[in-house]
């Protein structure tokens, strides 16, 4: 198994930056292998999707994100970032790393991103 934690987050205010850092520990052959991403759960909302990368640093985003986020990997730092720019009200949520390997997901504890003037 892989253990994963979440660092970074904070208060900023609207059209503000954060670099959300996860750290990768455990068996890291999962994750230097496994697709990596980024959730995030706004107040009383569903947990939502927000990046992926690959082991060969192919991304993806969602929509609401794209333009605005960037997520990269360092595999031989164990590290996963999410660099958020322009931030938004609605940005404000718990933030998750998340890996996928062969049908198992693995999770961090999250860290909270709060966007207000």
């Known amino acids: 198994q892989v253990q994963l934690a979440e660092s970074g987050g904070g208060l900023v205010q609207p059209g503000g930056s954060l670099r959300l850092s996860c750290a990768a520990s455990?068996?890291?052959?999962?994750?230097?292998?496994?697709?990596v991403g980024w959730y995030r759960q706004p107040p009383g909302k569903e947990r939502e999707l927000v990046a992926t990368?690959?082991?060969?640093?192919?991304?993806n985003y969602a929509d609401s994100v794209k333009g605005r986020f960037t997520i990269s990997r360092d595999n031989a730092k164990n590290m996963l970032y999410l660099q958020m720019n322009s931030l938004k009200l609605e940005d404000t949520a718990n933030y998750y790393c998340?890996?996928?390997?062969?049908?198992?997901?693995?999770w961090g504890k999250g860290t909270l991103v709060t966007v207000s003037s």
């Open positions: 998340n890996v996928k390997f062969y049908g198992t997901d693995y």
């Open positions: 455990g068996n890291i052959f999962i994750f230097r292998s496994a697709a």
């Open positions: 990368i690959t082991s060969d640093s192919r991304t």
